[in-house]
């Protein structure tokens, strides 16, 4: 059975998680998933969507089956950007990975 791949690729939310997860001993890098599973963790400190944009290499080059998206919370924090262009932003990133870089929707097992 081939391994299941999840991709948790946002803000530097992402990069903490992975360090607590590796300094806590009853946890596991594959989320105790029953599935064989693999799970990358890609963080970037200060990403806002824009950011993010320049790093979809790290998608693209993992072929995850699922990406968890942690985004959004760094570009709040600007006051010349409205939440709808944040959401907005969001979205076309969220496309982008759908229609440009191949990733597709599917049902959680």
Do not use: W
């Not at 530097?12 to 001993?25: E, G, Q």
């Not at 979809?56 to 262009?85: C, M, R, Y």
């Amino acid at each position: 059975m081939a391994a299941v791949k999840a991709q948790f690729f946002g803000h530097s939310y992402v990069r903490r998680l992975k360090n607590f997860i590796k300094d806590a001993d009853d946890l596991d890098f594959n989320l105790n998933l029953r599935e064989p599973a693999l799970i990358q963790y890609s963080g970037f400190s200060g990403a806002t969507v824009f950011k993010l944009r320049r790093e979809l290499s790290a998608i693209s080059d993992f072929e995850p089956d699922f990406v968890f998206l942690l985004v959004g919370t760094n570009d709040l924090t600007k006051p010349d950007i409205s939440p709808l262009q944040v959401s907005s932003a969001i979205c076309d990133l969220v496309d982008t990975l759908l229609f440009v870089k191949g990733c597709h929707l599917s049902d959680i097992p």
